[in-house]
């Protein structure tokens, strides 16, 4: 009995060097997108193959984010941050001052002090509470009562951050400051501090951008694979159990494997694009591909008899 398919998967099978590999590649992702039926002979490749095609594609395009955080996201944050710092130093109040005692902060005349989010930020986008920091010059025994909707809260001896689920983290100063020796913040200690900023910000700036690139491109690729393991685990039992289909989880992953592919493409797209696939669309892209198969990609790969010499 011999298998008919295609030239792509019967060539697939031999070997070739790494122009050819690359061309391989490329065919695979060609194949991809230009039929859902072709995904049936894509599951006839080696697994060693998809395993190279998959990694592949995927390591580009986790460079591709990487490079776009590090290159795009870092200089704005950079910039707002900046401008933020320049706001805060013009509006600093001359008689505004923060004492450290080792012990405790002590304030001038201010017995409250509350900080507002940047202008423009939105904190419900990053499901934050309504209000940013807050300063009170008396001590705090239950901070979801009394500032339930702030993100951050300060007291004398106390710093006290809202985390998920409106559970508070308490950390008292002496920990957060103990090699810290006593000393004053004046408005003449902030100015010096903006400038101190603008000196180094450049400099920061390259750190941070390689760093993020780095950072984002790891935890990419990280992330698709867990993402992948989890809706190869949800593909196999709906096709195992509700659509009928004889298969194993090897071959369910090869699949999955092989929809991840255009959909991290778009995805990056989309980040290109518009910054951030805020909405899904990667995701979208992933389902609308399983379902396509299902109803119309399960074809019957037919078999014929070969003559014998």
Do not use: C
């Not at 490749?45 to 580009?60: A, D, R």
């Not at 591709?64 to 710092?85: N, R």
């Not at 409250?112 to 309504?130: I, K, Q, S, W």
């Amino acid at each position: 009995m011999s298998l008919i398919v295609s030239n792509f998967a019967m060539t697939s099978q031999t070997r070739y060097n790494p122009s050819m590999k690359l061309s391989l590649l490329y065919e695979i992702l060609a194949h991809s997108v230009t039929s859902i039926k072709r995904y049936n002979h894509l599951l006839l490749l080696k697994n060693k193959t998809i395993v190279l095609y998959f990694f592949f594609w995927m390591g580009l395009m986790s460079i591709a984010q990487g490079i776009h955080a590090g290159v795009f996201f870092v200089p704005k944050f950079f910039s707002e941050l900046t401008g933020q710092i320049d706001t805060l130093v013009a509006n600093y109040p001359d008689d505004l001052f923060f004492k450290w005692d080792g012990n405790s902060i002590i304030t001038s005349s201010y017995e409250t002090l509350e900080v507002p989010y940047p202008d423009g930020f939105d904190p419900t986008e990053y499901y934050l509470p309504a209000h940013f920091f807050y300063f009170t010059s008396s001590e705090v025994e239950n901070p979801q009562e009394e500032f339930g909707t702030y993100f951050m809260v300060a007291t004398p001896t106390q710093f006290h951050m809202q985390e998920e689920n409106t559970t508070w983290s308490t950390t008292p100063y002496s920990e957060m400051l103990t090699d810290m020796p006593s000393t004053t913040l004046t408005v003449e200690g902030v100015r010096a501090l903006g400038e101190l900023w603008h000196e180094t910000a450049g400099s920061l700036q390259k750190y941070a951008q390689v760093a993020v690139g780095m950072l984002v491109s790891a935890g990419t690729l990280f992330n698709t694979i867990v993402v992948l393991l989890i809706r190869t685990i949800l593909i196999f039992m709906v096709v195992k159990f509700l659509v009928r289909i004889k298969t194993t989880y090897k071959k369910t992953l090869k699949l999955a494997a092989l929809f991840t592919v255009p959909a991290t493409i778009v995805q990056t797209l989309v980040i290109y694009l518009y910054g951030s696939d805020f909405y899904g669309v990667s995701g979208l892209t992933f389902w609308i591909l399983f379902v396509l198969y299902i109803w119309f990609g399960k074809v019957t790969i037919k078999h014929i008899k070969t003559k014998r010499n």
